[in-house]
């Protein structure tokens, strides 16, 4: 093993005991050798984590949400060949203008579970308004889901506009900025 993936293991071990009690991390120890798999990707061990502990009942605190989202990020940007400018657009909720600024958008939907194949994922939306714990938030979510329902595309950049904007008009509709009331 070298030090690179020992030094990974290590980060993913730290955060695993930060979000999780004892008991839950005894219930999750075959989870844990599957995020520490050298093969599975970055942004799978996130989804993965963020579903364990959705289920787990142990919503993410705003920081811990914030670091996981910043990680994510810098892979779909590097992935996508995003920009430095299309990532602060998309952090300020900014429409796309470039294809690339779209497939980022897509990456970033993607591995949070808000889109499946090019596709709005109403659970993934779901089970991201519920780890905020928030019961506002979670109903703001059921409200905009059910209008964004069969939202998409055959092609994942331009299913991912499609999805933004139904929630950004689905949202306005409710009073509610999508970026601070849904999850």
Do not use: Y
């Amino acid at each position: 093993m070298g030090v690179n993936e020992e030094e990974h293991q290590k980060n993913d071990l730290i955060i695993f005991r930060k979000l999780t009690t004892r008991s839950q991390r005894d219930n999750l120890k075959s989870f844990f050798k599957t995020i520490s798999n050298k093969n599975m990707s970055f942004p799978l061990k996130i989804v993965f984590l963020v579903g364990v502990l959705a289920v787990a009942g142990n919503p993410l605190s705003e920081d811990e949400r914030q670091a996981m989202f910043a990680d994510l990020i810098g892979v779909c940007k590097t992935q996508e060949g995003a920009s430095d400018s299309e990532v602060q657009d998309a952090v300020a909720n900014l429409p796309p203008t470039t294809r690339s600024a779209q497939c980022f958008r897509a990456c970033i939907m993607e591995n949070i579970g808000l889109m499946v194949n090019g596709k709005m994922s109403v659970e993934g939306a779901q089970k991201l308004a519920e780890m905020s714990g928030d019961p506002v938030k979670i109903k703001n979510s059921e409200v905009v889901n059910k209008a964004c329902d069969s939202v998409g595309a055959a092609d994942r950049c331009d299913g991912a506009v499609a999805i933004m904007q139904c929630v950004a008009e689905a949202s306005a509709k409710l009073g509610i900025d999508p970026m601070k009331d849904l999850s």
